[in-house]
């Protein structure tokens, strides 16, 4: 079995801009591509109108799809490949729902997620990117998702927090965080090679290793 291609993941708070910081490594680099299936799930727009209601069932449902997802990919034969490029980690299954579950039904879920997790491979870098909470709602609003309507900045702080502590008790998985908050690298060049050249000199790192520019 051929060794697995360089597995970099992409992370950050709703709005980070994750998603288009994947899309543009991958395409310079010819890697594969794995984005979040988040638009078919029938649960979200239930879950931002009564979040109390449809917790549950919204984060069992995302387990199980990234769980599925990241399997199919991440062992899927390649020869071409020397990169997997992902604008998300299963490890954001248990980041949301240590906010949105109670505490009987996140005992349950961390249950689930401890069997499954064990099956998924490390990435050789997590990338969190971060900035401020103003300018996630300014980006939010901007891309004008009408189910995202409702994020508060209290929600988005929480998030944030939750995914600090997960970095923070990390051994095993090799950290960059990269402060973007006055970088526009979907339509500056200059930012966006900032960010790349951050990320490969990082690849592999054995620490939480953090960049302001």
Known sequence: MS????FIVIEGNIGA?????????SNDLNGRL???RFEENPFLPKFYSDPKRWAFPLELSFLADRYKQLKEELFQPTLFDNYIIADYYFMKSLIFSKHTLNEDEFKL???LFDIIYQNI?????????????KKLIHQIKLRGRHFEENITEEYLTHIHQNYIDFIETQQNIPVLIINTE???FVNNKEDYDKIKTAIFKNINIKSVNKMFF
Do not use: C, W
Not at 17 to 25: D, H, I, Q, R, Y
């Open 3 to 6: 060794p697995l291609p360089q």
């Open 121 to 133: 491979p490390r990435p050789n870098l997590f990338v969190y990117l971060h900035t401020s909470i």
């Open 182 to 184: 006055h970088l526009d």
């Open 34 to 36: 794995i984005l979040e």
């Open 109 to 111: 879920y961390h249950q």
């Open 17 to 25: 801009g994750k998603t288009s910081l994947a899309k543009m490594l």
